[in-house]
């Protein structure tokens, strides 16, 4: 059966490309248009989509307004399209902090390297998150703000997000897994991969984490170089461990995570007490994913042996399988998302699948899980 998709922008050249796009997949069907977001909520009532399309700025109501009263009433999974600005960044976090699932530069040169992959990465997106049946989200009280991170949120690039976190279901009763003795393995790090959902996935375990985690983490989200500094500083605003864009020359350190700059890739050098990330711009056609969670955890295994925990998380396609295999053959150990709480189960999937990963995990029992596996809770 056909992806039922309405599209929603106040350009009609837009709505138009996009719907040309979509169709050319038969596995899709354009079954409406909407010109604002007041026109959004009554088509996504009427039309029942699988998928809405969104744009952030229009009349009448904009975006992100809209995303938030559709997924009070009916909701459905939602692409946001968004600038590669600044502000662009701002308000796409904001969507997906309203609700929406993933999203795309409106520019669609900045998508992929050529048309076609741009066109076929709209098309896998939309059945994708289309597959993804979603109930009615509900908004936690934010963590409590401390004044180490108040402080830390002003030093995050410049830029001080309000108070806010990330919509996201309401947390699952306990499972057995939180009743889960620790390995007693040690580590020495942490490396976290995720792509489609990984925002929302991100801000629900980095929150929980306590200020004393004992290890650094290494984050790799798909992302917009224009997105990461502001991602990071959202982070780092609501969690109580610090939270930053990793830059050239940094050095490891505890209860601090470095989120890879989008549009680079983000290794691990140096060996003993002198580890620290190299930060580069990769021209390379063989690697798709810039920042790729393949390329840090290879690093990561170099560097780190047997001693570090990685996490794969909700995403579309394969990156971190590779990686998670150089992980595991140096002794590390490896975890995936379960299928029930990802948005996207293929990243997690391709690992577990290779059989890499030793535990599949609901995404609200992570930050439990690495409490404990390391030893600070």
């Not at 293929?346 to 990963?357: D, F, H, I, K, T």
Request: with cysteine; net charge positive.
């Amino acid at each position: 059966m056909a992806v039922k998709v309405l599209v929603v922008d106040d350009s009609s050249f837009f709505r138009r490309r996009v719907s040309e796009i979509l169709e050319q997949d038969s596995n899709i069907q354009v079954v409406g248009f909407a010109v604002n977001g007041r026109e959004a909520v009554d088509k996504a009532k009427e039309l029942r989509p699988d998928v809405i399309t969104m744009d952030v700025e229009m009349p009448v109501l904009d975006g992100i307004s809209a995303v938030k009263e559709i997924m009070a009433a009916t909701p459905t999974p939602i692409l946001m399209f968004s600038s590669l600005t600044r502000d662009g960044a701002t308000a796409t976090l904001d969507a997906l902090d309203a609700g929406a699932l993933d999203f795309l530069p409106k520019k669609f040169e900045d998508i992929a390297r050529n048309n076609e992959d741009a066109i076929a990465l709209l098309q896998n997106k939309v059945k994708e998150i289309g597959r993804r049946r979603i109930s009615r989200f509900t908004r936690p009280a934010p963590p409590p703000r401390t004044a180490s991170t108040t402080s830390t949120s002003t030093r995050s690039a410049g830029i001080v997000q309000p108070d806010r976190s990330f919509s996201r279901p309401a947390p699952a009763p306990a499972s057995p897994t939180n009743n889960v003795r620790a390995s007693g393995k040690q580590y020495q790090v942490v490396a976290i991969g995720t792509s489609t959902g990984g925002p929302v996935a991100l801000q629900t375990i980095l929150t929980q984490l306590p200020a004393n985690f004992p290890h650094p983490i290494l984050l790799v989200q798909h992302m917009p170089a224009a997105f990461t500094p502001a991602f990071a500083a959202r982070l780092n605003g609501l969690c109580k461990i610090k939270v930053k864009e990793a830059q050239q020359g940094d050095r490891l350190m505890p209860g601090t995570a470095y989120l890879a700059p989008g549009g680079q890739q983000m290794l691990v050098e140096g060996r003993g007490s002198s580890r620290t990330l190299r930060v580069f711009e990769d021209d390379s056609p063989r690697i798709t994913y810039k920042p790729s969670v393949d390329v840090t955890f290879a690093s990561t295994a170099k560097a780190f042996g047997g001693d570090v925990l990685a996490v794969v998380l909700t995403g579309m396609g394969a990156d971190g399988r590779d990686g998670a295999r150089m992980l595991k053959q140096a002794g590390a150990t490896i975890w995936a998302q379960d299928e029930k709480t990802s948005v996207v189960y293929g990243m997690p999937q391709a690992v577990a699948n290779a059989g890499l990963a030793s535990e599949s995990l609901a995404l609200n029992d992570v930050a439990a899980r690495l409490t404990r596996e390391t030893g600070c809770g």
